[in-house]
């Protein structure tokens, strides 16, 4: 074979394969122990902020970087998002001059029938969280490790490293804690 088309399918299949990894690490869920090395890479951050606002602040990708973030999901339905909330919304005033930066993501709210804008709309108005919340979608939670519960919360380290990540398995691990949330934070900035 001629070196110069050598050359050519040799670059053609190494960007196959950086492309094949890529999609399938994007796909694959992120594993809960959180020693995976998933970052909230710029096009991530994108992700976020091009997401239809629902409540909030704007979101610009540029507040994510370099402070810790959290990015949780939730439904208006869900009793376990609800009682998070309430945490989230206790801590944010707290940390948010040290640094932390939080974006909740409106995921399954129309799962099995529990749709109602208007019942979401009321839960963002009683709850009213002084941070940006964004309508997500199958894109967002894939490009998230793959959301299959509710609260699903991830945290990442000021230089975009995923910290730590808490999805809800049940009535005994449906909440992670105010308390336990703080400590995590706390020890990231």
């Not at 967002?140 to 999805?167: H, Y």
Request: charged share 20%.
């Amino acid at each position: 074979m001629h070196p110069s088309k050598l050359r050519t399918l040799t670059v053609l299949i190494l960007g196959l394969s950086v492309f094949a990894l890529a999609a399938s690490s994007a796909s694959q869920p992120v594993p809960v122990d959180g020693r995976a090395h998933f970052r909230l890479t710029a096009p991530l951050r994108q992700a976020l902020a091009s997401r239809p606002p629902l409540w909030g602040p704007s979101l610009r990708a540029s507040d994510l970087r370099e402070r810790v973030v959290i990015v949780t999901f939730f439904a208006s339905w869900c009793v376990p998002c609800r009682v998070e909330m309430k945490e989230l919304n206790a801590l944010y005033p707290r940390y948010r001059d040290a640094g932390l930066e939080i974006v909740a993501v409106n995921y399954f709210e129309q799962f099995e029938g529990y749709s109602d804008p208007g019942k979401l709309a009321a839960f963002l108005r009683r709850m009213a969280p002084p941070y940006a919340v964004v309508m997500g979608n199958e894109g967002l939670s894939q490009a998230f490790g793959g959301i299959t519960r509710i609260p699903t919360l991830l945290v990442f380290d000021r230089q975009g490293r995923r910290a730590f990540r808490f999805r809800n398995t049940g009535p005994d691990n449906a909440v992670l804690g105010g308390e336990r949330l703080r400590r995590i934070i706390t020890a990231l900035l």
